[in-house]
């Protein structure tokens, strides 16, 4: 069963670092793979994806992540951190491929706080 | 404006009083989903439709309900809500574009039962 694990419940860093928020996925075939934050008393904003190609994905408001198919990780990184960036991050995974189904599985969520 | 609207964004009711959710979206997409979201546990799906009168359990189906008789609204049925589904409700959609897309999420619905 796919299955999608975010190991930190919450990383703090300050403003001006580099932050990574860890994410670490298991499925059975090639995996399409999402992160997501959540700003308070919002839904959820899609930040970037990775279905296939390049290893290093561009996102939203300066994210990337780096897919490593050895590792099975899709860790997001931000070069310098924004106070306004704290959240709640979410990392979620599709099997592919599924055409007859549209299940993804997201991931217990890290909350990032970024200290001025 | 593309958006996915939950209503109402907040809810309180007792055991056993039926209730519904709604959904509704602008963006005319065939994929609809509900999911729930609790303390430590991320969000789980508990149906997902993926065209009119097409829908599926997800991982938390049970008590709920769901119909999809028009392709923008997808409601969220409690035919006898208990307290162990008091949780935070998110509607979400998505195009069928052969890559998957990424989704849209309402605002939430806080649920509590009492």
């Known amino acids: 069963a796919q299955s999608v694990a975010q190991p930190e419940d919450q990383v703090n860093v300050a403003e001006g670092n580099p932050l990574t928020v860890k994410c670490t996925y298991s499925?059975?075939?090639?995996?399409?793979l999402f992160w997501y934050v959540q700003y308070p008393n919002r839904g959820l904003q899609f930040l970037l994806k990775?279905?296939?190609?390049?290893?290093l994905v561009k996102g939203s408001y300066g994210f990337e992540a780096e897919f490593n198919k050895s590792q099975t990780s899709f860790h997001l990184k931000k070069p310098s951190a924004l106070v306004s960036d704290s959240a709640l991050y979410f990392c979620?995974?599709?099997?592919?491929?599924?055409?007859?189904?549209?299940?993804?599985?997201f991931g217990t969520g890290t909350r990032l706080q970024v200290f001025p | 404006e593309a958006q996915v609207t939950q209503n109402p964004r907040y809810l309180i009711t007792v055991t056993g009083k039926k209730l519904t959710v709604t959904c509704s979206q602008n963006?005319?997409?065939?994929?609809m989903s509900w999911y729930r979201q609790d303390p430590g546990l991320g969000l789980r799906q508990i149906y997902y439709?993926?065209?009119?009168?097409?829908?599926d359990k997800g991982d938390v189906p049970e008590g709920y309900k769901v119909s999809r008789k028009e392709k923008r609204n997808f409601p969220l049925i409690l035919e006898s809500p208990s307290p162990n589904q008091t949780s935070l409700y998110f509607c979400a959609s998505h195009a069928e574009t052969g890559e998957y897309s990424p989704l849209h999420f309402g605002n939430g619905t806080r649920l509590t039962v009492t």
């Open positions: 499925v059975s075939g090639n995996p399409y």
């Open positions: 990775y279905i296939t190609g390049d290893n």
């Open positions: 979620a995974v599709r099997d592919f491929p599924s055409y007859n189904t549209d299940k993804l599985i």
């Open positions: 439709s993926m065209n009119v009168e097409v829908t």
């Open positions: 963006m005319n997409h065939e994929y």
